[in-house]
C-alpha cells in the first residue's frame, strides 16, 4: 500500500511541477518572436510606439522567462527524484534529446536574454535585435527538442530493446517519431494562442482603462490578428493531431471521445459522464454518426473502442473532459477574436472606437484563455497516454523510485504552496504593469536609469555599479 | 583505481572519462559563477535600500546564465550517468527540493522586486535573500553527503551541516569580491568588510572539511594518507593557505586605498577566490575519481551506452566553444563598473 501511494504522490508532484512549468514557456516561446516583430517595425518605421510596445512586454517577457527556468530546473531534478527507471530504460534515446535541449537552446536564450533586458545602452541597436532573434530561436528550439521526446514516449520509433534497454537504430526515426510533426505544430500554435490571448487581453484591459495610444493599439492589434489568424490553424492542425491519434493511440482516442464498443456510425458526445465501471456514458448527448464523419471521413466508419483495450486504456473521465475543455476553449478563441477582428478591420474609420466595450471585457477575461486551453490539452495527452510512460515500452509505475510517500508528501505541499503563490503573483503583476507602465522604482531594465546605467550620472558617488 | 576501467583505448572505456571531465567542468562553472550571485543575494540582506537595488543590477545580466552551469551538470549526470542520477537525487531528495525552492525563490524575486507594487518589495527582497541562502546552504549539504557517501548517521548529518555552513560563507566571499569589482563608494567599503567578516569563515570550513574528510571516509582516507601521494599532494593545501593569506593581506590594504580613489587590485579577493575553489575542486576531484556514489557506483558502471554518448560528445565538441564564446561576448558587453564600455 505504501509503494502504491508513494507513486500516486510522485505522479501528483510530477503533474503538479509540469503544469507549472508549462505555463511559461509557452508565453516565451511566442512573446519572444512578438517582441521581435515589434522591434523590427521599430527598426523598420522608426514610430517610437513599437519600441514602447517592446518596452512594455520586454518586462512581462523577463518575468515570465524567469518563471519558465527556475521551474524547469525544478523538472530536470525530478526525473531522478522521482522517475529514475526512466532515464535507467530510456536513458539512450532521452539523453541525447535533453542535452541537445540544454547545449543548443539554453545557454543561448539565457546568455542573450542578458543583452536583450539590459544591453541595449550598450550593443549596438542591430546587435540588440540579433540578440532578441536569438532568444526568440533558442525558445523555439528548446522547445523542439522537449516535443521530440514527449513525441517520442507517446509514439516511440527508430529503437530496439537490448537486455531491458532501449538503443538507438535511427535518430531520425527517433526524433521524426510519427506523431512528433502533429503535437510540435499543436503545441507551436498553442503558444502562439495564449500569447496573442494575453496580448490582447492585457492590451483590452489597458484600452479600457481609457488607455489608447499608438502603443496600446499597436498591441491590441497584433494581438487580436494574431488570435484570428491562429485559431483556424490550429482546429485544422488539432484535427490532424486527432487523426495520428487514432492511428497510434487507439486507446486515447476512444477515450477522449467516450467510445466504449467498436462501432461504426460513431456520435460525437457533446456531454456525457462516462462511467468505468459500467462501462458507459450516462447523460449521453451526441450527434449521430458525426464522430465517424470527423475521425474517417465515412458516416458509417468504424471507430475502435475502449473495450478493445481492456486493463491497458487510460482512465476515460479525466481524459474526455479535459478534451472537451480544450476544444471548447478553441471555439471561445475562435468566436471572440473573429468578432473583434471584424470591428479593427482597416476598412472600419477609427478603429480604436469601433471595437465594443463588450468585446474589450470579453478579451480582459480571456486573457489567460490559452493556459486553459493548453492545460486541458496537455491533460488529455498526457493521461491518455497512462498506464505508459513510454508507450509500449514503460510503465509509469516501473519507472517509480524508492522515495518513500511522506517525503514526497512534504515536499509535494511545500511545492503546490509555491506554485499557487506564485501564479497569483504572476497575474496580479502582469495586471499591475498594465496599470502601471513604468514602476517608480523599476531599476532594471531597458529604460536608461540611474541604476543600470550610471554613466548618466557619475558626478554621484556611490551609484555606480553596472 | 584505474584498475577498474575498461580498456581505455574503447569508447566505453574513455568517453565516460571525458564527460566526467566536462560535467566537473560544468559543476565548477556554476558553483564560480552563481556561487558569486548566490553571495551577492545572501549580503544583501545586511545592505541598504539604494544598494540593494546596485547589487542586484550588478547580477542582473548574468544571474540566469550562470544558473544554466547547473543544468549542464545536472544534465550531464542525468543524460550520461543515468544510473547514478536516480540514486544520487533519490538520497538527496530534500535538500534537492530545498535547493529548488531556494532557487526558485530567488529567481522569481529577482524580477518580481522591480515589477511589484512598491509596498511588496521588501516581501521580494526577502524571498531573494532567503532564496539564496536556502540553495547556497543545501548545496553545500549536498556536497557534504556525496562526501560521505550519502551516509545517515548523526555525525554525517552534523558534518553534511556544517560543511552547508563553510559553502554558504565561501559564496558570501565571492560575493563581496564580485562586489568590490563591479561597485564604487560607500558599497564597494562595505563589500570590503564583508569579505573580511566571510574570509573567517570559510577559512574555518575548508579546514574543518579538510580535517573531516578523511575520517569521516576510509577511502578518502587512504588516498591521501599513502605514500607518495601525501608529498604530492601537499602543494594543495600549502597554496590553498598562499592565497588565503593574499586575500587577507589585500582585503586589509584596500579600503586605504580606495579611500584614496586607487582601484590597483580590486580583483584580487575575487580571483583568489577563485584560485581557492579551483584547489578545493581539484582535491574533491582527486578524493572522488572514479566514483559518482563513493564505493558503490563507478563512472563506467553508471554511463549509458557508447553510441549515444558519441552523439551527445559531437554535439558538445561544437557547442560548448560556442558557449564559451557567447558567455565572453556577454561579460564584455557588461564589463566593467561606469560607462567603461560605451557603442
Redesign the interface.
Known sequence: MDGLDALVLARIQFAANMTFHILFPTISISLAWVLLFFKLRFVKTGQQHWMDAYQFWVKIFALTFALGVVSGITMSFQFGTNWPGFMEKVGNIAGPLLAYEVLTAFFLEATMLGVMLFGRARVSEKMHTIATLLVAGGTTLSAFWILALNSWMHTPAGFEMIAGKAHVTSWLEVIFNPSFPYRFTHMMLASGLTVAFLVAGVSSYRWLRQERGAEVMAGLKTGIYLAAFLIPLQILAGDFHGLNTMEHQPAKLAAMEGIWQTQKGVPAVLFALPDEKAKENRYEIGIPKLASLYLTHHLDGEVRGLNEFEGKHPPVAPVFWAFRIMVGMGMLMLAVSWSSVLQLAPWKKDPARNLRNWQARALVAMTFAGWVALVAGWYTTEIGRQPWLVSGVLTAADAASQVVAPKIAFTLSLYLALYAALIVAYVSVVFYLARHKTPADSGMEDTPNPVTYPEQQTSQPGAAHA | MLDMAPNLTQAAGWMPIVFLGVMGLAMLAYVILDGYDLGVGMLMRSASE?DK??????I???W??N??W???G???????F??A??????A???P??MM??G??????A???R?????AR?PLWNRAFYAGSLMASWSQGYMLGSLITGFATTGWVIAFNAVIGLALLSAYCLLGAGWLII??????QLQAVRWARASLWLTMAGIAAISLATPWVSRAIFDKWFSFPNIVLLLPIPVATAVLFWVIHRSLQRLPTRLAQGNEYGIWVPFGGTIGVFLLAFYGLAYSLFPWLVIDRINIWQAA??P??MG??LA??VV??PM?IG??V??YR??W????????
Open positions: 539604494d537595488d546596485s547589487m542586484i543590477a550588478s542582473g545580466p548574468f540566469d546564465a544558473e544554466t547547473l543544468v549542464l545536472v544534465g550531464i549526470l542525468l543524460t550520461v543515468p544510473m542520477h536516480g540514486v544520487i537525487l533519490g538527496l531528495y530534500l534537492v527540493a529548488l525552492i532557487l526558485t525563490l530567488r529567481g522569481v529577482f524580477d518580481f522591480v515589477k511589484a507594487h512598491a518589495k563591479k561597485s564604487g563608494g560607500a558599497l549509458i551506452s553510441e549515444s552523439v551527445i554535439g558538445a557547442v560548448l558557449i557567447y558567455t561576448f556577454s558587453v557588461f566593467g563598473k561606469s560607462g567603461a564600455l560605451k557603442y
